[in-house]
């Protein structure tokens, strides 16, 4: 057995079975596209904290994040948990927030979702750290796991954005829905935007499901495995061609 179709079974797609071929994204020069959406923590220019968090430099915005008290999820956390990995990656993962492991280690996906995580990255030739970056919304454990409210996400948004452009990846991949909703600034069933490419101010974006999900979904991880395949399709069409979004959901 091969590594890779190792890695395949520990997803859950055993036995060894191949993706049909799908045309890649359009290598035509697209008309003119459309503005990004607004997202969750945009606001007036005037406002001084977003202004401040996006003069940060990475030393500062760790020490901001670990410091921060603008939404109740600081009240309950063992630590804040930033990101991992290549600070100038190609790749940029987004999940939703950390779990009680997270909380504990300060590391984002390190459980069995991210176990999970580092099987899906290596099953297209990835790793963790190795022009991957890997992130989430919100970055304090929401309690019980649960989904994070509005106003946590909007309070934690202007970070995730300063990240985004600290690291100025070329692809941006939503893990599950609340990361696809904040990125988008729109409301996104998963199960109809995967397939699609979209954009997040000027940057391609993929949707698929979170690991999480896919371990209660086991049936899920074929479908992820498509949109991994469709990752990298667009990653190898991202240097030789303007690829053009679909619209936002």
Request: net charge neutral.
């Amino acid at each position: 057995m091969t590594r890779r179709e190792s890695i395949l079974r520990e997803m859950g797609l055993a036995p060894l079975w191949r993706l049909r071929d799908k045309p890649a994204p359009s290598a035509e020069a697209p008309a003119e596209a459309e503005s990004a959406p607004q997202s969750p923590g945009d606001t007036a220019a005037g406002d001084e904290r977003h202004r401040r968090i996006a003069a940060l430099g990475w030393d500062e915005l760790r020490a901001t994040v670990a410091d921060c008290r603008d939404c109740r999820l600081c009240e309950r956390r063992k630590q804040a948990v930033l990101g991992v990995g290549d600070v100038a990656a190609d790749w940029l993962f987004v999940g939703e927030g950390p779990g009680a492991e997270e909380d504990e280690r300060g590391e984002p996906f390190v459980g069995q979702a991210g176990r999970l995580l580092d099987a899906m990255l290596a099953s297209i030739g990835l790793a963790r750290g190795k022009k991957v970056y890997i992130g989430n919304v919100v970055k304090c454990r929401p309690p019980g796991n649960r989904t994070p409210e509005p106003e946590e996400t909007t309070a934690c948004f202007p970070y995730l954005r300063r990240q985004i452009e600290l690291i100025r990846p070329k692809l941006i991949v939503a893990l599950g829905k609340p990361a696809a909703e904040t990125l988008l600034g729109a409301e996104v069933k998963v199960g109809a935007a995967r397939g699609r490419l979209f954009d997040y101010r000027g940057i391609p974006l993929i949707v698929t499901y979170h690991p999480a999900y896919l371990l209660r979904n086991l049936s899920d991880k074929a479908k992820a495995w498509e949109d991994l395949c469709f990752a990298r399709r667009t990653m190898e069409a991202r240097d030789s061609a303007t690829l053009q979004p679909d619209p936002a959901p």
